[in-house]
């Protein structure tokens, strides 16, 4: 069983750019959670995919977007990069089925420094 | 509007002895809670959870209690190891989404 891996590790990007980051889904889940995580706080809840289609939004502007493929693995982009997204981005995935669907598991994450 | 709050940013204690870490919430809508441990250069991974029906749940030595009249809730280590040695977030859950506090470091001192 693999767990959840993300790519890159690191990424630096200047304002107002667009950025794409990867994540590979924890083996037989199917959904994916993402989290951006600021310095020194909790991590946010960005949005929730669940079958190809967005289940759920947190308090983040449409720039922030993303995709689930059929293969559960799925994209978060941002567009017009603001220094303020500079942060760690972390994918969660669980399994949407009984009390499993509330544990999730997590990837290493994204550091996004935008300059 | 922090929803999930860890008002204390930092615990120390000495191995063997029982760590309490804790933490509050706003939401009554909230009806699963769970802590998370997070190691520097890892994501977070799951510890134990507690539903709103339940007041108390148990793993090993790691017990989650939950004073929904408080909107309180708290981890007990027992014995801390020096490998508990981590940031502890704890989440609240409504529906899809899921809310962190901003964690608490823990250091248990050998």
């Known amino acids: 069983e693999t767990g959840v891996t993300q790519s890159p590790t690191h990424l630096i990007k200047t304002r107002g750019q667009q950025v794409t980051l990867r994540c590979s889904s924890q083996s037989g889940h199917n959904t994916v959670s993402w989290y951006q995580q600021a310095l020194g706080q909790g991590p946010q809840f960005i949005f929730q995919y669940y079958r190809e289609e967005e289940n759920g939004r947190g308090n983040f502007p449409p720039r922030f977007s993303g995709l689930q493929f059929p293969n559960y693995s799925s994209e978060l982009n941002v567009n017009a990069l603001e220094l303020d997204d500079s942060a760690l981005y972390l994918c969660?995935?669980?399994?949407?089925?009984?009390?499993?669907?509330?544990?999730?598991?997590f990837g290493p994450g994204t550091r996004l420094l935008v300059l | 509007d922090q929803q999930v709050k860890q008002n204390s940013p930092s615990l120390s204690v000495q191995e063997g002895r029982i760590s309490i870490l804790n933490c509050d919430y706003t939401n009554s809508m909230f009806d699963y809670f769970l802590w998370y441990k997070k190691y520097p250069a890892e994501g977070p991974t799951f510890l134990i959870s507690i539903s709103s029906i339940k007041d108390k749940n148990e793993d090993g030595r790691f017990t989650v209690f939950l004073n929904k009249s408080a909107k309180h809730l708290s981890l007990h280590i027992v014995p801390s190891q020096p490998g508990d040695s981590a940031v502890y977030f704890c989440?609240?859950?409504?529906?899809?989404?899921?809310?962190f506090g901003t964690g608490t470091s823990l250091t248990v001192i050998p």
């Open positions: 989440a609240a859950n409504t529906g899809n989404q899921f809310y």
């Open positions: 969660a995935s669980s399994l949407r089925q009984g009390a499993s669907r509330k544990t999730q598991y």
